[in-house]
C-alpha cells in the first residue's frame, strides 16, 4: 500500500509539474468561455432586416403583426426569466398573483395577450420595481431577430423587380427583400418571392413562410365564412399547459435548460478529463519501457502496485483538475449577474443532489478508472508510441461513441435507446451521468451502478495482468483477437 | 544462518516457443562479487530480472537471502542494464524516490542520497535534472540509487557500459567498496577485463545454459596455459617439444607462434629447442589463459 501510494505521488508529481500541464488545463475554461462569450460579443444571432413590397395588400401587416407578436413573446420570456432570478417571488406572489401567473406561465396565449394589454415590458418593469432584490441588475430586452425596413419607392412598381432590388441588396439597405406578387391568395397564387444577396437566413425564411401560410389560411376561412370576419377567433392558438406527476417535481424556465446542460457538461468533462489525463498514462508508460525506468519500479514494486498508484496518481490529478475548473467557474460567477450565479447554481443543484451527488462521484471516478486502465493497458502493450497510436485509434473510436449519442440520449433520457445503453459496461458511467437528473427507474440506477464498479474493478485486475504479461516485452502487441482470447484464458485460469 | 545470499535450482524460462534460461544452478556467498558472463542473447538479463522477481521462472526456484524475492525486495539494489531514471526529476530526488519505494522514509532518503552525491563528486549536480547531466554522470546517480538504501545484495547489469576509462576505474573502486562493506553483489559484462580485476567467482552461460561456475583459478585450471613465441623462421618443430600440446602459426594479426602447453609443462624445453635449433626469438612469454580467452573458448565450444 504505501509502494502504491508513492508511486501515485510521484505520477501526480511528474504529470502537475509538467509544462503544459495547466496550460492544457486553462485552456478547457477558456475554450467554453469563448463559446459562451463570442456570440454575446457578436450580438448572438445576426440580426436580418428585411422590406416588404406587398402587391396584393394586406400580407405586409399580416407578417408585420406577427413580427410584434414574436417580439413581445421573446421580450416576455426573458421577464420571466429574469424576474424569477431578481424579484422576491413570495411578495411578487402576495401582492400581484396574477402578474406572477402570466410569468410562470410566458407561453400561453393568454399571459401574451395579459402582457401586451398590460403594456408590454416597460409597463410590467414598472409593476416589478418594488419586488426585485438587492443587487438585482437591469433588464435587457433580448435584441430582435427581424427587423423591418420600409421600401424604397423605386422597388413598388419596378418591373424588373430582380434588376431593381440589387442595388439596394449590394448596398446593405436591407438583408432581404419580399415580394408579394399581385396574384397572392387568388386562383393557384401562392408564391411569394424572397430575394438576397448570396445565402438566406432559413429562420427569416421559415418565419414568413409560416406567417404567409397563416394568412392566406384565415383569407380562405374568411371567404368561406364572412361572419368570422372581425374575429379573434382566427388567431387563436392552442395552449399546452405542462404537469409533472412525478415527486421530483420540474424545473421551469431557463433552469430547465440549464438543468440539461449541466449533466451533459459533466458528462463531457468526464471524457474530457479522461481522455486528457489517461493519453498522458499511456505516454508515460511507454517512455517508461523505453527508458527502462519500468524494470527499476518492477524491482521496486509488485505490477498491481504499479498500476495501481499510477491510476490514483492520474485520479488525483484529474480532481485537481476539475479542482481549478471550479475556481475558474467560481471566478467567473464572481464577475457575472448574481441572476445567472443563482440560476447555474439551482441548475446543478437540481443535477447533484445530496442523492445523486455520490453517484456522480462514483460514476466519474469509475469513468476515469475504466479510461485510464484502457490507456494504461495499450500502454503498456505498446513499444512506442507509434505502437500505441495504432491501438488507440480504434480504441478512441469505441470510447468516443458516447459522444455521438448525447442528443439522441437527452431528447428522450429514459427511452428504449438509453435503457440499453446504459448497461453497456464501457459507457455506463457517461450515460448514467448524463440520465442521473431525469431519474431513471430504480432497477436501472442500481443495477447499471453495480455494473459500473464490477467494470472497474474487473479492469484494474485485467490491466495489472496485461501490465505484468507485457510491460517488458519487445514482442509486437497483440491483436484484438490475441486479446479477446487472452482474456478468455484469464477468466478462466488458464493463463500463464 | 546460512552464507548462501542467491540460491538458483534448475531455473527455466522460456519465451513461447524459445527458451531463454535452461535449468540454470548456481550460488552466491555472502560478500563476494560474482561476474555473470554471457555473450549477447545468452539469458543474462532475463536471469537478473528472475533474480529481481521482474519475471517468474517457468521452472525451478530462486532464492534470495534465503527467502522468496517478493519478501525482501527491499533488501536488495538494482542497476538495470540501460539507465532508467525519470528525465526530469531532479539527481537528489530520482535516488531518494527510490530509496522511498525501497522502505526508507523520504526525509532520510533524501538526506541520504545527497551525502552520497556529495561522496561521488556529484554534491553540484544533486538539483540538476537527470536530462542536464552528462551520461557518466546519469550513470553514476543510477548506481547511487541502486544502493542508497544499503542493500545487502546489489544486482548489476553492465555496470560498465558506456562508461569512460576514468569513470569505469571510479565506479570499479565504488563496486569494490560496496563488497568491502560486506555487500554481496552480481554484475553482468561483456567487459572481461573488469570481471578479472573484480570478481571472486564467474558464472558463463550461452543459449541459456551454465558453462562454466567457478572461481577464476578454476577457470584457468580448465585451459592450458599459452606460450606466445616470435622469431623469423618457420616454428612449427614446436609440435614435437614435449609438453607442447598445440602450435599454431601466427594469424589475423598476431605476430607470434601460440603454443598450448601441457598441464605442469613450463617453457625450458620450447627455449631449449629454439637454441638446438639456432633460432635467435625476437619474443617469449608464458602466461595462463585470461578470462577471454576462458570466455570465447567455453562459448565457441557451446555453439
Known amino acids: 500500500m504505501r509502494r502504491t501510494f508513492l508511486i501515485a505521488r510521484q505520477e501526480f508529481i511528474k504529470y502537475v509539474t509538467r509544462r503544459g500541464f495547466f496550460i492544457s488545463i486553462l485552456m478547457f475554461p477558456l475554450w467554453i468561455a469563448l463559446i459562451v462569450l463570442v456570440p454575446q460579443w457578436t450580438g448572438g444571432a445576426p440580426q436580418r432586416t428585411f422590406t416588404i413590397v406587398d402587391r396584393a395588400g394586406g400580407y405586409r401587416d399580416a407578417i408585420l403583426q406577427e413580427l410584434s407578436r414574436e417580439n413581445a413573446q421573446r421580450e416576455l420570456n426573458a421577464l420571466a426569466a429574469y424576474v424569477s432570478a431578481n424579484a422576491d417571488g413570495d411578495r411578487l406572489q402576495r401582492a400581484d398573483p396574477k402578474l406572477v401567473d402570466l410569468l410562470n406561465t410566458p407561453q400561453a396565449e393568454e399571459s401574451l395577450r395579459s402582457f401586451r394589454a398590460l403594456g408590454g415590458t416597460s409597463a410590467a418593469l414598472r409593476a416589478l420595481a418594488p419586488f426585485l432584490i438587492p443587487g438585482a441588475g437591469p433588464f435587457r430586452p433580448p435584441v430582435a431577430r427581424f427587423v423591418y425596413v420600409g421600401p424604397p419607392a423605386r422597388l413598388q412598381r419596378a418591373q424588373d423587380f430582380a434588376a431593381a432590388v440589387r442595388p439596394f441588396l449590394d448596398g446593405d439597405r436591407f438583408y432581404v427583400a419580399i415580394l408579394i406578387p399581385a396574384d397572392f391568395g387568388t386562383g393557384t397564387g401562392r408564391t411569394a418571392q424572397l430575394f438576397a444577396r448570396d445565402q438566406v437566413d432559413k429562420e427569416l425564411r421559415a418565419f414568413v413562410t409560416d406567417t404567409l401560410s397563416d394568412a392566406l389560411h384565415r383569407n380562405v376561412l374568411r371567404r368561406l365564412a364572412p361572419q368570422l370576419a372581425g374575429s379573434d377567433a382566427l388567431t387563436t392558438t392552442a395552449d399546452v399547459e405542462t404537469r409533472v406527476t412525478s415527486n421530483h417535481g420540474a424545473p421551469s424556465g431557463r433552469e430547465d435548460v440549464f438543468s440539461t446542460f449541466v449533466p451533459i457538461g459533466l458528462a463531457l468533462i468526464l471524457f474530457i478529463v479522461s481522455v486528457m489525463n489517461a493519453s498522458v498514462l499511456l505516454q508515460g508508460v511507454v517512455e517508461e519501457k523505453s527508458s527502462r525506468m519500468i524494470e527499476v519500479l518492477l524491482s521496486c514494486a509488485t505490477p498491481r502496485e504499479i498500476t495501481s498508484g499510477k491510476l490514483i496518481g492520474v485520479i488525483a490529478v484529474a480532481l485537481v483538475t476539475i479542482v481549478i475548473w471550479t475556481c475558474v467557474l467560481i471566478a467567473l460567477m464572481a464577475m457575472a449577474e448574481a441572476s445567472t450565479v443563482r440560476l447555474v447554481f439551482a441548475a446543478m443543484r437540481s443535477v447533484a443532489t445530496v442523492g445523486t451527488l455520490p453517484l456522480l462521484l462514483l460514476y466519474f471516478s469509475c469513468g476515469l478508472l475504466i479510461y485510464g486502465s484502457i490507456f494504461l493497458a495499450i500502454g503498456s502493450m505498446a513499444n512506442s508510441l507509434a505502437d500505441a497510436q495504432a491501438l488507440l485509434g480504434p480504441a478512441m473510436l469505441i470510447l468516443m461513441l458516447p459522444n455521438v449519442m448525447i442528443s439522441g440520449i437527452m431528447r428522450d433520457p429514459n427511452g428504449e435507446l438509453a435503457s440499453i445503453i446504459s448497461w453497456v459496461p464501457f459507457y455506463t458511467p457517461f450515460f448514467m451521468m448524463l440520465r442521473i437528473a431525469s431519474h431513471p427507474p430504480q432497477l436501472q440506477l442500481w443495477g447499471t451502478t453495480a455494473l459500473t464498479i464490477a467494470t472497474t474493478i474487473f479492469l484494474i485486475w485485467w490491466t495489472g495482468r496485461v501490465f505484468a504479461r507485457h510491460v517488458l516485452t519487445t514482442e509486437r502487441p497483440p491483436t484484438l483477437a490475441g486479446l479477446a482470447k487472452r482474456g478468455v484464458q484469464m477468466l478462466t485460469g488458464r493463463s500463464r | ?262 598441464e605442469g609443462a613450463d617453457g625450458r624445453a620450447v627455449l631449449a629447442a629454439c637454441f638446438e635449433k639456432g633460432v635467435p626469438l625476437t619474443h617469449f612469454d608464458l602466461a595462463p589463459p585470461s578470462l577471454h580467452d576462458i570466455f570465447v573458448s567455453l562459448v565457441e565450444t557451446a555453439a
Not at chain 2, 537528489?92 to 561522496?119: E, H, Q, S, V, W
Not at chain 2, 540538476?128 to 553514476?140: C, D, N, P, T
Request: proline share 4%; charged share 25%; glycine share 10%.
Open chain 2, 1 to 262: 544462518m546460512t552464507d548462501t545470499v542467491l540460491e538458483l535450482t534448475k531455473v527455466t524460462k522460456r519465451f513461447g516457443d524459445f527458451t531463454a534460461v535452461d535449468h540454470l544452478s548456481f550460488t552466491l556467498t555472502k560478500g563476494k562479487i560474482l561476474g555473470f558472463l554471457g555473450p549477447n542473447g545468452a539469458g543474462k538479463t532475463t536471469t537478473l530480472r528472475m533474480m529481481l522477481g521482474i519475471l517468474p521462472p517457468d521452472e525451478g526456484t530462486i532464492s534470495v537471502l534465503g527467502r522468496d524475492i517478493t519478501k525482501v525486495r527491499e533488501r536488495i539494489g538494482y542497476l538495470p542494464e540501460e539507465r532508467g531514471l525519470y528525465r526530469r526529476m531532479r539527481a537528489d530526488a530520482a535516488i531518494a524516490y527510490i530509496a522511498t519505494l525501497k522502505g526508507m522514509k523520504r526525509a532520510d532518503a533524501l538526506a541520504c542520497a545527497r551525502k552520497l552525491l556529495l561522496n561521488f563528486g556529484l554534491g553540484e549536480f544533486a538539483r540538476v535534472r537527470i536530462e542536464g547531466l552528462s551520461k557518466g554522470m546519469a550513470q553514476k546517480v543510477q548506481l547511487l540509487a541502486a544502493v542508497v538504501h544499503d542493500p545487502e545484495f546489489v544486482i548489476l547489469d553492465e555496470p560498465f557500459s558506456g562508461l569512460d576509462p576514468v569513470n569505469q576505474s571510479e565506479m570499479e573502486q565504488f563496486v569494490r567498496n560496496l563488497a568491502g562493506e560486506g555487500k554481496t553483489i552480481i554484475f553482468s559484462t561483456h567487459t572481461m577485463q573488469q570481471a578479472e580485476r573484480l570478481c571472486d567467482g564467474i558464472v558463463v552461460i550461452a543459449k541459456g545454459r551454465k558453462l562454466f561456475d567457478g572461481t577464476l583459478d578454476g577457470a584457468r585450471a580448465l585451459f592450458p596455459r599459452r606460450a606466445r613465441v616470435g622469431a623469423d623462421a618457420d616454428l612449427s618443430f614446436l609440435r614435437n617439444v614435449p609438453g607442447v600440446v598445440a602450435a599454431a602459426a601466427p594469424s589475423n594479426g598476431q605476430a607470434n607462434w601460440t603454443l598450448d602447453m601441457a
